[in-house]
Each structure stands twice: as structure tokens, then as C-alpha cells.
């Protein structure tokens, strides 16, 4: 079963730090893009960032240029999603994805989905 499974989510005060991870099975991680999306209340999902098959190249939202940095293990079939000096507004579900062409900085092309960890940052 081809699967991507987000965990590390949680509380965080403002200016602190957590880890996302994503473990994907059944997919040979290393031919594919993962990319971290986010979803608040009543808003769109929005792209986060993104990394490409081998891991040599990173994109990432202005909202978060900085101060996350994705990454992503292929031996392990682990990507993870490094959030620093988190802001409230950071707070949101947040989607780990993988697909094989995808359009930067857009859902277009993502095709492996996780259910989402929740990410909530207190002022």
C-alpha cells in the first residue's frame, strides 16, 4: 500500500521549534518530491515547502523562507519538516505529500497524501 504518514505535531509557543516527519511506505522515496502543505480554519490549503528526489534542491513560501527547512532522508523513506521560531499564525493541519512532476509552490502534481498532524502555536 503506497502511503505517506505525517507525526511530530503539537503545541509550541511562539519563537519555539517542533519536528514533522514523514515515513512513507510502499514507494520508492527516492524517485519522488515531497512537499509539506498546511491548512488553517476556514482557509485553503497552502503549499509550505517542497524538496526534490534527491534532496539537492528546496523550495519553500515566503511565509516561512527562514525558518523552516525541509529535508528529506531516502534511505530512511523519511522527509521531515524543520519549523523554527514559530509564529501563531503557524498554526494549522499540516499535510506531508509525495509525487513524481510536480508544479513548485502549487498542489498540482501531488498525488500521495498523509491525514495531517496539527501543528498549534500559543502567543
Known amino acids: 500500500q503506497v502511503q505517506v504518514e505525517e507525526s511530530g505535531g503539537g503545541l509550541a509557543q511562539a519563537g519555539g521549534s517542533l519536528r514533522l516527519s514523514c515515513a512513507a511506505s510502499?514507494?520508492?522515496?527516492?524517485?519522488?518530491?515531497m512537499g509539506w502543505f498546511r491548512q488553517a480554519p476556514g482557509k485553503e490549503r497552502e503549499f509550505v515547502a517542497t524538496?526534490?528526489?534527491?534532496?539537492?534542491?528546496?523550495y519553500y513560501a515566503d511565509s516561512v523562507k527562514g525558518r523552516f527547512t525541509i529535508s528529506k532522508d531516502n534511505a530512511k523513506n523519511t522527509g521531515y519538516l524543520q519549523m523554527n521560531n514559530l509564529k501563531p499564525e503557524d498554526t494549522a493541519v499540516y499535510y506531508c505529500?509525495?509525487?513524481?512532476?510536480?508544479?513548485?509552490?502549487?498542489?498540482?502534481?501531488?498525488?500521495?497524501w498523509g491525514q495531517g498532524t496539527q501543528v498549534t502555536v500559543s502567543s
Open positions: 505529500a509525495a509525487g513524481r512532476t510536480v508544479v513548485a509552490g502549487t498542489r498540482f502534481g501531488f498525488d500521495i
Open positions: 510502499g514507494l520508492t522515496f527516492s524517485t519522488y518530491v
Open positions: 524538496i526534490n528526489w534527491s534532496g539537492s534542491s528546496t
